[in-house]
Nanobody, 116 residues
Framework: EVQFVESGGGVVQPGGSLRVSCQASGFTFSSYPIRWYRQAPGKERELVATISFAGNNKDYSDFAKGRFTIIRDNVKNIAYLQMNNLRPEDTAVYYC?????????YGQGTQVTVSS
């Protein structure tokens, strides 16, 4: 069974940093791109960043460029999203995603709140 367990969320002040993690299991992690999504209250889920299966290609949504970094460890089957210079509008539940078997799989998400 494909599973993701996200962790590392919390409350941080504007301008602060946070690193969220995603522990994957149940599939060949190193064979799939990994994506981070987020969903703010009352809004649709949006793509944050994508990393290729080998980790050598990364793509970011405009709001994440220059502030967020996506990383993966194919030995530990973990993906990370390092977030710097956080803004109140980054407040959301953050989810990791992969598509083994051609179907989207998500974890339960981790809440990130940016507030003073």
């Amino acid at each position: 069974e494909v599973q993701f367990v996200e962790s590392g969320g919390g409350v941080v002040q504007p301008g602060g940093s946070l690193r969220v993690s995603c522990q994957a299991s149940g599939f060949t992690f190193s064979s799939y791109p990994i994506r981070w999504y987020r969903q703010a209250p009352g809004k649709e889920r949006e793509l944050v960043a994508t990393i290729s299966f080998a980790g050598n290609n990364k793509d970011y949504s405009d709001f994440a460029k220059g502030r967020f970094t996506i990383i993966r460890d194919n030995v530990k089957n973990i993906a990370y999203l390092q977030m710097n210079n956080l803004r109140p509008e980054d407040t959301a539940v953050y989810y990791c995603n992969a598509r083994p078997g051609g179907r989207d799989h998500y974890g339960q998400g981790t809440q990130v709140t940016v507030s003073s």
